[in-house]
């Protein structure tokens, strides 16, 4: 099978845990058997590798997303990077194309679109099987995964079918809408259009050509910026005859809010929390080092983080958005490629992070031109690289660094160090990268 | 005016704001006219000094609970240190002892007793000054301060008067009832029993002579560990024929929960916090330094400081003891005489804190057995001095000391240290002292 993951999204609407660099299928919500955490994009790939070992999966997404989609899932994914938003129709050409030439799929292969974030079980990845099958041989050009509704939603599309058989072919699509109209939908057995679909590599590829003058991916690549802007909707299903709709019976859920995602969620408790026995319908997730106590709740989501505390009723919790716009605050905590990064304190001309390295990784060889840097190694052995000096490392081991020094780490056990910045102008922005010499 | 302010308690009620260093009466809740946070402790202090500019106020306390006083009002006020907990009449006995030998106060003089705690408004701080020129002149040998019940309350002791006259002499004392025969107090005219009380020096003096056996402050500060426990209802209030009650019509409460003390800070946010339109009668006391956002809750008081985040409906929040009894945690800021610290991040070998030091103060000299330290200075100017050396510093500069060697710090502006503590076995009890050099 070969599969692409769509991972896009801000993450507001699940502030604090959730912020500009981290979406919400990279929160780890979900407790596996062993007891440890992973995220949806985490669930969704582990699903995908249960039913399919040797799937080809990649995830098509934007240079924002890198970092943390590396750190999550390792060097076990493809990886076809948006360099600027084009919306649906350029990144599923670009993935294609990148299928095509970089992992040399075949034209009369099926490749199966599907966004990272829905919740979902084990039924739902033999689905995605059963699609992408049936792709292969159909007389259709694209066959929809059509989810049953289980209520007349108006944040769906729907997907009008010629019968109710397991297959058949789709007769329109419908924009979502009002809970009435919806209502009807379903009672001419309509389905919802979750964005779930595949197709022959060779259909979509040629559809590309049709569309976007390019050569081949790398020259998509190179010329991403100027592609014009269109959806996959109006660009290809709108116009296409032959489509048909698999229908899937299963839990498919979007977990968009602090709601919805709460539900899903059996453990009441992520995290250092603890409840008295008068909460009722209480969560807690918490991902500070500090334990959170409820007290006498009912219907209530508390969620901590490095950015924020949220406290709300949890029908509440879907109006969230207009308020995290307002509170514009710096990234507090990320994951990346290298492993991770933690604010601890600002001060007016001073910010102290915490950085942990994986063990093998290095963060990028670089400068700062307007602050100087302190290290202080707390645990781990590595090897530091400043101004060309190679140095090893351990816990207590202190390096001072003037604006201009070039540095890096590399981290031979997990590595932590507590960074002091200082200087009057700290940014991210404030960053030059080079070569190792 | 002689006025002795009693310091105690251990706070767990209103965790996470307060902890086993910082009791209630030293967490900043109230706004003042210029828009500066003040504690009760910093509220009581200013209106006695409003209404008696020249007072000899003297903070009866605990070792734990000085350095906090000496940050809060500096060396404005005598303190009466008991050296142990030995219940109320020798923490009373000693205090006057201290005025007697060290503020050379007459045995004519009026001393005016009062809990540092309760929440009180400026009629309180005149009638203080009435119940202290009462003292002096009045047949009786004690006279107190009644408060006129609000509620048939089961909290508080009650004082039955002989007569409904503004002073009247006490018929007798009442244990905390149930609520129905506070009622029946309440009806024959009773008083709260808020512990306030006034005397002549001269009188207590002899009392603690006649039940301790000591020469002066000095000895009996010495030999305090061995004195009886003894409350000073039972030496003293319970025994005593010639007592009076002047009465006190004013606000006079206990801000003892959550609850209670939302009730009496006018301003629903302290700190950084956001409420939609939905949420009513909601407090939000945010200590940290992220913003807590709450959304569509009724009746909810949410506090947060680096010890941990409560979320309690107000009734329930009385309840919160034994769950702070559960949360065993280190202390993770506290006031000291000297500045403060703030715990920033904790790893299994590792802890590093924030340390601010007031213009022109300076930590003990000492030096810790079992962990090294590195001081990273962001702010400030000030004199390091390590293993006798002194050398000034600014921000950007590191020192480093292995474990075993002396340091201090004196901070010529206010100086803000990164301090990372390296050990296996970091502990505030690993801690030397030594004198200057």
Redesign the interface.
């Known amino acids: 099978m070969n599969i692409v993951l769509l991972s896009g999204g801000s993450g507001k609407r699940l502030?604090?845990l959730s912020n500009d660099v981290r979406s919400k299928q990279f929160i780890k919500f979900f407790k596996t058997e062993d007891g440890q955490y992973e995220s949806m994009l985490q669930r969704m790939y582990r699903g995908i590798r249960q039913v399919s070992e040797d799937a080809c999966i990649t995830v098509a997404t934007s240079k924002t997303q890198l970092s943390e989609i590396k750190n999550q899932l390792g060097d076990n994914v493809g990886l076809s990077v948006e360099p600027a938003r084009r919306d649906t129709f350029p990144a599923i050409a670009l993935s294609v194309a990148y299928l095509h030439d970089i992992h040399h799929v075949g034209e009369e292969e099926s490749v199966v679109i599907c966004p990272v974030d829905p919740y979902v079980e084990e039924d739902y990845f033999k689905a995605l099987l059963s699609l992408s099958e049936r792709a292969k041989g159909s007389d259709a050009n694209l066959c929809l995964l059509g989810m049953e509704p289980t209520y007349p939603s108006a944040k769906y599309g729907y997907i009008i079918p010629e019968s109710s058989d397991e297959i058949s072919n789709v007769v329109e699509f419908k924009e979502k809408p009002d809970e009435k109209t919806a209502e009807e939908y379903i009672k001419k057995g309509a389905l919802w259009n979750g964005g779930v679909f595949a197709f022959r590599l060779g259909y979509m590829l040629k559809k590309a050509h049709e569309l976007i003058s390019f050569k081949d991916y790398d020259d998509l690549y190179a010329k991403y910026d100027e592609v014009t802007k269109i959806s996959f909707d109006y660009a290809v299903a709108e116009k296409e005859d032959r489509i048909e709709v698999m229908r899937f019976h299963g839990i498919w859920k979007d977990l968009g809010t602090w709601n919805t995602l709460s539900e899903s969620v059996p453990d009441p408790v992520m995290g250092k929390g603890?409840m008295?026995d008068?909460c009722k319908n209480v969560h807690i997730f918490?991902e500070?080092?500090?334990?959170?106590?409820?007290?006498?709740?009912t219907d209530?989501v508390?969620t901590?983080s490095?950015?924020?505390?949220?406290?709300?009723?949890k029908?509440?919790?879907s109006?969230?958005k207009p308020?995290?716009d307002?509170?514009v605050?710096q990234v507090?905590f990320a994951e990346k490629s290298w492993g991770s990064f933690?604010v601890?304190?600002?001060?007016?001309?001073?910010m102290?992070i915490?950085v942990t390295l994986n063990p093998g990784h290095s963060m990028n060889y670089h400068a700062h031109d307007r602050r100087?840097e302190?290290w202080?190694v707390?645990?781990g052995t590595g090897e530091t690289l400043v101004d060309g000096m190679r140095q090893e490392v351990n816990?207590?081991d202190?390096i001072?660094m003037q604006a201009g020094c070039r540095h890096t780490v590399f981290a031979k056990t997990t590595l932590?160090i507590?960074e002091?910045q200082?200087g009057r102008e700290i940014s991210v922005d404030d960053k030059r990268k080079f070569e190792i010499e």
Chains 1, 2 share one sequence.
């Open positions: 502030w604090p603890i008295d008068v918490n500070m080092n500090v334990p959170i106590l409820a007290m006498g709740l209530v508390i901590a490095p950015e924020g505390i949220l406290v709300s009723d029908h509440h919790s109006y969230i308020y995290v307002d509170i605050g507090m933690r601890l304190n600002v001060e007016s001309e001073s102290t915490l100087d302190v202080v707390v645990e816990p207590g202190v001072t932590k507590v002091v200082l």
